[in-house]
Nanobody
Framework: QVQLVESGGGLVQTGDSLRLSCAASGRTFSTYGMGWFRQAPGKEREFVAAINGNGDSTNYADSVKGRFTISRDNAKATVYLQMNRLKPDDTAVYYC????????????????????WGQGTQVTVSS
């Protein structure tokens, strides 16, 4: 049974940084791509960042490019999202997701590519 557990969310001020973590279990972690998505109040869930199983290819939404960094530690079965220069528009519940297909090399931007989701962690950025 696959489990994804996010942590690291919180309340910060504009310009601050946060690092989210997502610990995975139940799969050969390094075989699968991982993604981060977020959902703000009243909005649909949107793609934030993705990383392939090998950890050498990443993909970002334009809104976070240059500020957020996705990384993974396959030995710890954990994916991270380092968020710098946070803005109020980054306020959302952040979800990590594990791809449904083996993806050592590919990254995925669409929700349909992900079969497993964490419970989410709240990030609130005050102005």
């Amino acid at each position: 049974q696959v489990q994804l557990v996010e942590s690291g969310g919180g309340l910060v001020q504009t310009g601050d940084s946060l690092r989210l973590s997502c610990a995975a279990s139940g799969r050969t972690f390094s075989t699968y791509g991982m993604g981060w998505f977020r959902q703000a109040p009243g909005k649909e869930r949107e793609f934030v960042a993705a990383i392939n199983g090998n950890g050498d290819s990443t993909n970002y939404a334009d809104s976070v490019k240059g500020r957020f960094t996705i990384s993974r530690d396959n030995a710890k079965a954990t994916v991270y999202l380092q968020m710098n220069r946070l803005k109020p528009d980054d306020t959302a519940v952040y979800y990590c997701a594990l791809a449904g297909a083996i993806s050592r090399y590919a990254t995925w931007r669409t929700e349909e590519a992900y079969a497993y989701w964490g419970q989410g962690t709240q990030v609130t950025v005050s102005s």
